[in-house]
């Protein structure tokens, strides 16, 4: 079975522009999360999606970054204009869903630095 | 809120070692608590989960006790090996915030052969 996959990998920008971030989940996974990991820090969520609809985003960065799982099966997570601050690891996760606890799965992440 | 706290590191540890990462957390209630293990250049991995008190979670010779008395939740293996270096990292569920994990800062884990 395949596991959760991101792209790209790394990504390296000027601080004010733009950058996207894509997640393919586990097939039939309903779930899926973007965690931001800070260097020296455990990921802390940004965004839970059940199958297309927001779940919890009350700790993404409105302002800049936007996330949206068409089709509630892959999902883009974009950051503009980037800060400093963003630097980080950017992880997908994914499981099957329901209200409650269900093993979550994660992608390799994608090592953004601002420059 | 609820909150996760792990001992700080690195820890470096010889070979056959016994290692202990503590981890302690503040929630009401009942949260589920896991070790998700990172290693390098890979994403993270759950490694051992327990959901109710005095529960024992165990995977690859690892083991956890689910102390509520206490709100801890140390990690424990009685022999590491160098494939053992990794990142760990303790985490938290709670049942009011459906699935989300709240994790801790993260241990690294050195094994010198």
Known sequence: EAGV???PRYKIIEKRQSVAFWCNPISGHATLYWYQQILGQGPKLLIQFQNNGVVDDSQLPKDRFSAERLKGVD???KIQPA???DSAVYLCASSEGGPSYNEQFFGPGT????? | GNSVTQMEGPVTLSEEAFLTINCTYTATGYPSLF???QYPGEGLQLLLKATKADDK?????????YRKETTSFHLEKGSVQVSDSAVYFCALSHPTSGSRLTFGEGTQLTVNP
């Open chain 1, 5 to 7: 996959a991101q792209s």
């Open chain 1, 75 to 77: 999902s883009t997570l």
């Open chain 1, 83 to 85: 800060k400093l601050e």
């Open chain 1, 111 to 115: 090592r953004l630095t601002v420059l």
């Open chain 2, 35 to 37: 070790w998700y293990v």
């Open chain 2, 57 to 65: 979670g165990s995977n690859k010779g690892f083991e956890a006790t």
